[in-house]
């Protein structure tokens, strides 16, 4: 999921601290997320997704 994030963050033109602030997580954490150290809990997956435009299953699941 990690790597779906930073992903999807970099086509929309995010950067770490802008997406971070914007979901009211810390940079530390959303590192931590984008390395794979971290599962995120479903509401903070929730909001990263309404900020990216996409949807939370994007965002988890990899195309098949």
Same mark, same amino acid.
Request: aromatic share 4%; hydrophobic share 40%; net charge positive.
């Given at each position: 999921? $990690?790597?779906? %994030?930073? =992903?999807?963050?970099?086509?929309? $033109?995010?950067?770490?601290?802008? *997406? =971070?602030?914007? %979901? $009211?997580?810390?940079?530390? %954490?959303?590192?931590? &997320?984008?390395?794979? #150290? ?7 997956? #929730?909001?990263?997704?309404? %900020?990216?435009? &996409?949807? =939370?299953?994007? *965002?988890? #699941?990899?195309?098949?």
């Amino acid at each position: 999921m $990690g790597r779906r %994030v930073r =992903a999807f963050r970099k086509l929309k $033109g995010y950067t770490q601290q802008e *997406l =971070a602030d914007s %979901v $009211g997580i810390s940079l530390a %954490v959303l590192g931590a &997320v984008e390395r794979g #150290n971290r599962r995120l809990e479903d509401k903070i997956l #929730n909001k990263i997704a309404d %900020v990216l435009g &996409v949807s =939370a299953e994007e *965002l988890a #699941n990899p195309s098949p």
